[in-house]
């Protein structure tokens, strides 16, 4: 598994906002988003590309397209977040949805949505979930996608610790990780640290 840890000064700034437990509501949407701008933009690097006709004012050239129709996949709740940044990048993608919630006491995610193309057999595909901490979620996500055909996932996280990390890797179901940072640590109920917070309430209230 490939992992790009985006270093920018802009991601540093709006990673310190998310941060910050003074930052609101809205300050914390804000900045989710301009991150998830600079994440994506990253994370689409790998997409399939073609070679079109162009005709310019000048001369007939070619151009780069955007190859076949890629699916972008938020984990509910906190994926939302990174979904408008990633569809604005990608006007054209499909979106599906995962819907998943940890258990308070055993940290396992529990499944309350899947709304996904039954084949995704050689459809690029990207996975948009701000927070990996036990990997639990992100795992399931993968083996969800992987069970429909998915190949070469691509992964954007804002926060992961390395216990998640590991997780992934050794599922071996993600390609590439994309992310602003790698904390340090799991506290003992399973948050980041020095992390953000509940990311999901942060964004849209407790649930
Ligand atoms: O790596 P894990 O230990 O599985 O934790 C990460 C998950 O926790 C958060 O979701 P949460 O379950 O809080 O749901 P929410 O987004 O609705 O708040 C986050 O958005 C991830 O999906
Ligand atoms: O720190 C964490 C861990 C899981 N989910 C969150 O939203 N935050
Ligand atoms: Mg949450």
Known sequence: MDIIVVDHPLVGDRLRTLRDSATDTAGFRAAMDALGTMLCYEAFRSIPTK??????????????????????VPVLR????????????????????????????????????????????????????????TGGSL??????LAARGATGLTV????????????????GLAATLVTATIDERLDENAFIVPGLGDAGDRLFGPR
């Open 139 to 144: 795992v399931t996500t993968l083996e969800t």
């Open 51 to 72: 070679r079109v006709p162009v005709t310019t004012p000048i001369v007939e050239t070619t151009g780069v397209a955007v190859d076949g129709v890629p699916l972008v």
């Open 156 to 171: 954007v996280c804002v926060l992961c610790a390395p216990e998640g990390i590991e997780a992934v890797r050794e599922s």
């Open 78 to 133: 906190a994926g939302l977040g990174l979904l408008d940044p990633a569809t604005r990048l990608l006007p054209g993608a499909q979106v599906g949805f995962i819907g998943l919630a940890r258990d308070e006491e055993s940290h396992e995610p529990v499944s309350y949505l899947c709304s996904l193309p039954e084949d995704l057999t050689g459809r690029h595909v990207v996975v948009l979930d701000p927070m990996l901490a």
